[in-house]
C-alpha cells in the first residue's frame, strides 16, 4: 500500500461522501485505501457509508476524539507507506493523490506536504505558513508593516502560492507525510489540542527533528472550509490553542506579549466597528430608516 487517505467525519455525512467519492473519481495508478473514522457522529448510521463505499475501511469511534485524536485511530489501521490527513470538506478535481506520491518519493528530508488549496470560486487559500512571530504581530498591530515591510513579510511568512517552497507548517485539510515520520512522535500525532493548532504542533515537531515542510502549487483540490463549526467557536478555539503553543515552545513573557497583542486588535476591531455603526447611523438613509421607525 502506498497511501493511506484518512478521513474524519462528525456529523456531515453528505459533505463526507462528495469528499470520498471525489478520491475514488479522481485517484488512479498509485495503490491506496481510504480510512474513514466516524467520530461517534450523531446524525446518522456510520454503517451507511461502508454501504455506499464498500471498498473503504470504516472505523467508528465510541466518542468525538477531536481531529487529531480521529486521525490517531485512522493511522492506527493505516498500513500505508505514506499517510494523507484529509478534511471531509474537501474536493478532490485531478489526480493530486498520484502527484504527491511521485513528488515527494524522492524528498528524503520530508517532514509534511501539502498543496494548493482553493475556494470554490478559485481563490487560493494561504494553506502554508510561517510559525507564529511577535515581531510580524507588533508590526501588523502598529501598522508598522507598511513601513518595515522586508521585515513583515520575512517574519510574517508572505509566500508566492503560484510556486514550490518550505515552510514552518501546513494546514492539516491537505496533511501528507512519511508513515515513518511517526517515530518522532512516539507512533502517533500530538493529540494536545482537540481540534485546531494541532497541525502547528505535528510540523514543529517535524522540523525539530531535522525534517522539512513543503508547498506543492502544481495540483489543486477545492476546501469548501468552515463546514464542521461555527466560526465564533473556531475562531475562539484557533486563538485559545496558538497561545497554548507559544506558552509551550516560546515560554511565559513571549505568550503574555501575544495576548496583550490580541487584546488591541480586538478593542481596535470593536472601535472600527463602533465607527462603522455610528458612520451608517449619520448617513441620510439610515436617518430616514430611523424616522419611519420611529413614527410607526
Not at 517574519?155 to 496533511?175: A, L
Request: glycine share 6%; hydrophobic share 35%.
Amino acid at each position: 500500500m502506498e497511501v493511506s487517505v484518512i478521513i474524519i467525519n462528525y456529523n456531515t455525512f453528505k459533505l463526507t461522501c462528495n469528499c470520498i467519492q471525489s478520491v475514488i473519481d479522481h485517484t488512479f495508478g498509485t495503490a491506496y485505501e481510504i480510512i474513514l473514522v466516524d467520530n461517534a457522529s450523531k446524525e446518522c448510521n456510520a454503517d451507511l457509508f461502508k454501504e455506499k463505499f464498500p471498498q473503504i475501511k470504516l472505523i467508528k469511534s465510541e466518542q468525538n476524539l477531536g481531529f487529531a485524536g480521529g486521525n490517531n485511530l485512522g493511522i492506527n489501521h493505516a498500513s500505508g507507506e505514506y499517510i494523507l490527513l484529509l478534511n471531509s470538506d474537501t474536493i478532490m478535481v485531478e489526480n493530486s493523490i498520484q502527484f504527491i506520491y511521485k513528488k515527494c518519493k524522492t524528498i528524503h528530508d520530508l517532514g509534511a506536504a501539502t498543496i494548493k488549496l482553493t475556494y470554490p470560486d478559485g481563490k487560493i487559500q494561504h494553506s502554508a505558513q510561517k510559525f507564529p512571530s511577535l515581531i510580524a504581530h507588533f508590526l501588523f498591530t502598529t501598522r508598522l508593516n507598511k513601513v518595515f515591510t522586508k521585515l513583515y513579510n520575512k517574519k510574517g511568512g508572505v509566500f508566492d502560492f503560484s510556486k514550490d517552497f518550505s515552510c514552518d507548517w501546513i494546514w492539516g485539510t491537505f496533511f501528507y507525510f512519511p508513515a515513518k515520520n511517526l517515530k518522532t512522535t512516539n507512533g502517533k500525532l500530538a493529540d494536545t489540542y482537540f481540534m485546531y493548532a494541532e497541525d502547528i504542533e505535528w510540523c514543529h515537531n517535524f522540523k525539530s527533528n531535522g525534517l522539512k515542510n513543503y508547498y506543492f502549487s502544481e495540483t489543486k483540490i477545492i476546501h469548501l472550509g468552515g463546514m464542521s463549526s461555527p466560526d465564533k467557536f473556531k475562531n475562539k478555539l484557533i486563538i485559545q490553542n496558538n497561545l497554548h503553543f507559544i506558552k509551550k515552545h516560546y515560554g511565559v513573557i513571549h505568550y503574555s506579549i501575544k495576548k496583550l497583542l490580541l487584546t488591541i486588535d480586538t478593542i481596535e476591531s470593536k472601535l472600527r466597528s463602533a465607527r462603522r455603526d455610528k458612520q451608517s447611523f449619520k448617513s441620510p438613509e439610515m436617518r430616514v430608516k430611523n424616522e419611519i421607525k420611529c413614527s410607526q
